[in-house]
Nanobody, 114 residues
Framework: QVQLEESGGGLVQAGGSLRLSCAASVTIFRLNMGWYRQAQGKQRELVAGITSGGSTNYADSVKGRFTISRDNAKNTVYLQMNSLKAEDTAVYYC?????????WGQGTQVTVSS
């Protein structure tokens, strides 16, 4: 069983920054990890992913503004979000892919005021 705990969400003005953290209850060095978000009334969507080898991918809407990273020693994945826009407002979820199944965190709210 993998437990994921997100933190770092909050209310920020447009143009501001936030850093989200996702702490895992297990060692993550073999796991592909990702951040997803779900805005009210919309489907959950990929924001950024990072493989066990460190390769990253981003949604077009966040390229150049968001950075995903991982610290395997701390079993933590981060999402640095800069130049935030109102349309980034959503609940952000951390995801971990194991060989057997996918695990999700409970989510953290990010609200960007314009």
């Amino acid at each position: 069983q993998v437990q994921l705990e997100e933190s770092g969400g909050g209310l920020v003005q447009a143009g501001g920054s936030l850093r989200l953290s996702c702490a895992a209850s297990v060692t993550i060095f073999r796991l592909n990890m990702g951040w997803y978000r779900q805005a009210q009334g919309k489907q959950r969507e990929l924001v950024a992913g990072i493989t066990s080898g460190g390769s990253t991918n981003y949604a077009d809407s966040v390229k150049g503004r968001f950075t995903i990273s991982r610290d395997n020693a701390k079993n933590t994945v981060y999402l640095q979000m800069n130049s935030l826009k109102a349309e980034d407002t959503a609940v952000y979820y951390c995801k971990a892919d194991t060989y057997f199944r996918t695990y999700w965190g409970q989510g953290t709210q990010v609200t960007v005021s314009s």
